[in-house]
């Protein structure tokens, strides 16, 4: 176990032109707890004995239009280089945050960029940690921080921070840090029908008195190509009542509409940590007829799954298009699994 603290400062990146007036320089501190993964799981060693951990930050960014935020995030810490005096790890993690300041239509219209009291966060970078004696160390790191609510209302531009950090961090016990070695020398490489739905809540227009619902249905055929990753590929179908919307506005009325439904052809990488997956997923709309708000002709999606049982799973994912959210989602789904093939890992 590993408690710390950093402090950060950075600068709001200026990714739209929409926030030219919010370059702020804020700062932030965060009080952490790690756990150490030390081999009693075949995964932990697959991944060179990660650590996870939860965290708070206290965000200033010195702006009154912006304000103040308190957030709360989950972590997975993978180790890059690990050396007797200093070790180099990347960490990710996700979670909610709360902001004082938040958009109101007559209080404080300039933010645009956190239009609720709660949103999502994101958060990656690299620490360094340099080992000062027995219990302590030092760390430095460079850090991507964001904030979004996935359009769950609107204006929601996000933000982005990039900050420098310093801190130090204690261990409890550093003597019962000892990696085992408990990986099996040969893996079921197995392929899965993977079956999901999802829903999402969004806003299109500010202040909309009701929210509008996103429908997905995904069909994705996984392949497994080491322990550590699986392969995906299908397709997307997509029900958006904010699209339906914005036809509706468009061709009032107008008897001849664009379809609002739309599908896609994905790929994607599931990184396997137990019962803890990360998914990165790209898609390219095969089926699209109208172009909305903010709209491309493909997406990203980034989200956790857990799985209760391996045949089921629970997900949270954020769909965007670039730069721009298109929504938070939700989503349960099964394994249909297809073949299996008993395999030496290579890693």
Sequence with gaps: MRIGILQDYGFVLKHSPKIGH????????TIFMEKYHLGDKEWEERWHYPKTSFAFTYFDFRSPIIGKTLAISANIILPLARHQKWSLESKIGTGFVYATQPFDIQSNPQNNVLSNSWSYVLQTGFWFNY????????????????YSNGAYKLPNSGVNVISYALGAAYLL??????FKKTRSKSFVKQSY????????LIETVINQPTKHKIFNINFIFNRDISPGHRLQTGWDISWNEGIAYQINQKYAGKSNKPDYRRMAWLVGDELNLGKMSLNIQFGVYFYRQFEAISDMAFYQ???????????????????????????????????????????????
Excluded: M
């Design 301 to 347: 999606r980034y989200g956790l799954r857990y799985y209760p049982k391996p045949y089921f799973w629970l997900g949270a994912y954020l769909k965007s298009h670039a730069a721009t959210a298109e929504a938070g989602e939700f989503t349960v789904g099964t394994h249909l699994r297809l073949s299996k093939k008993k395999v030496n890992p290579k890693n």
């Design 193 to 200: 029908l993977d079956i999901s739905s999802s829903i999402a």
């Design 22 to 29: 919010l370059q702020t320089h804020p700062w932030a501190s």
């Design 173 to 178: 016990n550093p003597e019962q840090i000892k």
């Design 131 to 146: 080992h000062l004696a027995k219990h302590w160390q030092l760390i430095s790191a460079l850090q991507l921080t964001h």
